[in-house]
């Protein structure tokens, strides 16, 4: 789990390599490195930790050259993070860059050391490079010894190769995400869009068994096998800004505030004449949803399996099919009961989320129907399924998930209506009005910010919360805490309210807080119940109520009001403030808000 970026072209390229690594950051960031070859020379600057110490090594160094490189930045898999284990790694004529794991790197390494290969670093990768100079020595040009060597590979990798011996770039991908970008001022590699969009909105998206071979003057797709393969070039209209952080601190902070705009880019188009019509563009579905389809099952990860447990709730009461709701990393491995009148609806932001595209792979060999969500334009989940409804949150930076998680339950919301609508003709417009309001009242509710930030500074030194919602309210409370606890390393848990006092009451006094959604909908006298509960054992309270709920101050220490929507609609609104309050108690607290420890945006691995 790693970015990549490559360049070959006319430039001095290490200030375009260093720009790609920004970019890609959120894919990985425990230490960074580029290759530049310059006039047959290869020189390569590693440094451990965060991509600025790779750029203080760097801007120390004098005429730092080359118009053909590659580079990297990590999350650790094999090896600890360190100069030594960080990539490009290189051997005698070649130098690499890899994405992914290599499963069979054990048995490959031993095959070196026996060959008398001096391995220099604790990783998986560096095998790649070892084998390609392995093969390469007995004979075979460039090409053929990438090809040899990628026969002998097993995992999931995306690599790029540069030679001190010829000025090429070669690239080729399974099971890892990259891209081609195309200018008049060179050609680029990367593992994802944002790291190259200043430079061209012309791309190639690689397929799995993809090699490209990139001269200053030509590039070439082929098979393992050399075979040429066409491709599509795709222009996108995404501006580089939209990927940037602009005037906010932190592109989580950005990515918050985008949420009005991002629902409302996912209704468009979508929700037509004010909620009288509805058009997912997925008609290739409707005779199966209508005459076949027994049973849904949601598979997701983490925020988006959060968006999935909102799945089936508003797929259950607005359309009545029935649903199941798993994490992907489970649902791969129990053998569940699938088959061809089973609904498979994957639900990624990236879109490369390892165990999510498994639970497809796995899917779609029981021959069930492929219906994913996904936020990123053709990558792997949507280009494994028979149809995809993507959100329209723009690029999400930040690794803690916030505008993604609005936009699927947007999508998702409209996928209950289309259900229903394929299987009784009648369309709730009265829902759809209501969901036209909502990137309205999203805002709104940002308005509040100052006033939420007061609150992250009263409450951000405990170290313990609880989160509470009914119903549909409860994912959101899962979400809440998810939140809070990536980013501010505070402990927090969730829990329907009504299962409070079968155990997690035990936890309460005054040193827990508790963040109880008590908005107007279904159960409110129940939850209101369920905090009073709490009062009594004087744990601190913060509400999440409706706008006009007058009694509410008088059982809780603070209150956030939202306004009053649907009771179908609530979770879109009650999740913000949520997403706030994590946001400013991370700030206060100094955290690196963006790239949290121990985390990465895109787990391609399992
Ligand atoms: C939490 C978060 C993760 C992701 C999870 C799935 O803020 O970002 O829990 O939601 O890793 O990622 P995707 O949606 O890309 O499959």
Redesign the pocket.
């Known amino acids: 789990m790693c970015g990549i970026v490559g360049y070959i072209g006319n430039n001095d390229c290490s200030d375009i390599l260093l720009d790609g690594l920004t970019k890609l950051e959120y894919r990985g960031y425990d230490s960074a490195g580029i290759a530049l070859l310059n006039k047959g020379i290869i020189t390569r600057y590693r440094a451990n930790g965060k991509l600025r110490n790779l750029k203080k090594v760097i801007y120390s160094v004098k005429n730092v050259e080359g118009s053909i490189g590659i580079a990297h930045t990590r999350w650790a898999t094999h090896g600890i993070p360190s100069e030594k284990n960080a990539h490009p790694h290189n051997s005698e004529n070649f130098v690499i860059v890899h994405n992914g794991i290599i499963e069979n790197y054990r048995e490959l390494k031993s095959f070196m050391i026996e060959n008398g290969t001096k391995i220099s670093s604790d990783t998986d990768s560096e095998m790649i490079v070892h084998l390609i100079e392995y093969y390469y020595k007995k004979n075979l040009n460039f090409e053929n010894a990438v090809i040899k060597t990628i026969k002998k590979l097993e995992g999931a990798y995306a690599v790029l190769v540069i030679s001190k011996l010829e000025e090429k770039l070669i690239a080729f991908k399974k099971d890892s995400p990259m891209i081609i970008g195309l200018s008049d001022e060179g050609t680029y590699v990367a593992s994802d869009v944002p790291a190259i969009l200043s430079y061209t909105n012309k791309f190639i998206y690689l397929n799995d068994g993809d090699l490209v071979i990139i001269t200053k003057s030509d590039m070439k797709i082929t098979d393992f096998e050399l075979s040429p393969k066409e491709y599509n070039i795709k222009t996108l209209n995404i501006s580089p800004l939209m990927a940037e952080k602009g005037e906010y601190k932190h592109f989580m902070l950005k990515e918050i505030n985008e949420q009005s705009r991002s629902v409302a880019d996912t209704f468009r188009g979508r929700i037509l004449k004010g909620g009288d019509e509805l058009d997912l563009d997925i008609s290739n579905l409707d005779s199966f949803i209508k005459n076949d389809l027994q049973k849904i099952v949601i598979t997701?990860?983490?925020?988006?399996w959060h968006s999935g447990l909102i799945g089936k709730y508003l797929i259950e009461s607005i359309a009545r099919i029935p649903v199941e709701v798993d994490y992907a990393s489970e649902y791969r491995y129990r053998n569940p009961i699938l088959d061809k009148n089973t609904l498979v609806i994957p639900i990624?932001?990236?879109g490369e989320?390892a165990d999510?595209l498994a639970a497809v792979k796995m899917a779609k060999k029981e021959d069930s129907k492929i219906l994913s969500i996904c936020n990123v334009f053709n990558s792997s989940i949507p280009r494994e399924s028979d149809a995809v409804l993507y959100t329209y949150a723009g690029p999400e930076i930040g690794?803690?998930?916030t505008k993604?998680f609005t936009t699927q339950m947007s999508v998702i919301l409209l996928l209950a209506l289309y259900f229903k609508k394929v299987k009784t003709s009648v369309l709730d417009k009265k829902i759809l009005e209501g969901a036209l309001l909502l990137p309205e009242n999203i805002n709104k509710i940002l308005k509040t910010s100052e006033y939420i930030f007061t609150l992250s500074q009263k409450y951000h030194l405990y170290s313990d919360f609880l989160y509470l919602g009914r119903g549909l309210n409860f994912p959101i409370a899962l979400e809440g805490a998810?939140?809070l606890k990536?980013i501010s390393y505070i402990h927090a848990e969730a829990y329907p309210a009504g299962e409070m006092k079968h155990g997690p009451i035990a936890l309460i006094d005054e040193n827990m807080p508790t963040f109880i959604i008590v908005t107007d909908g279904n159960n409110y006298d129940k939850v209101l119940s369920n905090l009073q509960e709490i009062k009594a054992r004087k744990g601190k309270v913060i509400a999440i109520a409706t706008e006009g709920n007058k009694e509410i101050k008088d059982f809780c220490d603070d209150v956030i009001f939202v306004p009053k929507t649907l009771n179908l609609l609530e979770p879109f609104l009650n999740v913000i403030p949520m997403q706030l309050f994590s946001y400013f108690v991370a700030d206060i607290k100094g955290t690196d808000v963006d790239q949290p420890r121990n985390l990465a945006k895109?787990?391609t691995v399992e």
């Open positions: 997701a990860c983490g925020t988006s990624s932001q990236s989320t999510t690794v803690a998930s993604a998810l939140k990536e895109s787990v």
